[in-house]
């Protein structure tokens, strides 16, 4: 399998754990939400959609709308296909999320499992992050030296262009930097702080985890108790 038909599978499975589609459907999410797959046609879409049904991940559907499938019939031609996920295909799906490996720090399957990053654990979302920023860095240094090495042969207009080209890989690792120290944000604050931990241990007193009897005072010191904050075209059956 190619790098690129793997990334498509990976999007047209992941589109369909959302709801099931025919192919139209997913040809235009897959243009509109995925910007990567602007330029693929249903020649490519459709042999994956068939090689996924063969594995197992998918399953064929006659259109659920009885005026469409009336409607084809008369005209001589045959309903729509609605492509649903099997349970098989939801946790090969679910498989493909936990994957972190290089490959994921790539351009184009980047931006693939960047669009599916809501339907990831953080602790993946985190691992795919800090690889694609570290592939960055180690693209910006070589960019960097070839620049340095080049420069005094180079015109103005390709010397340009590769200050184009660096900026824009530096402008992603900064974006980078924001998504990392968000996530981490986010993470701690689903983590109880050193003085809500404090204050728990205060209502189980110095007896192994029992309440404090009621009307006892807090001892000298003691922080006073408190909860803690809660945290167009028809796509036809080939």
Known sequence: MSRRSGILEFAVLGLLREAPMHGYELRKRLNTSLGIFRAFSYGTLYPCLKTLVANGWLIEEPGSAPEDALA???AGRRAKIVYRLTAEGKEHFEELLSHTGPDTWEDEHFAARFAFFGQTEREVRMRVLEGRRSRLEE???KM???LARTRERLDDYTLELQRHGMESVEREVRWLNELIE???AGRDQRRPSPESTAQQ???SGATGGLPRPEGTEPSVGTPPVGSTPPDPSDDTAK
């Open 182 to 184: 968000s996530e981490r």
């Open 139 to 141: 693209r910006l240094e």
């Open 144 to 146: 960097r030296a070839s």
């Open 72 to 74: 084809a019939s008369l």
């Open 201 to 203: 241990d205060t209502t």
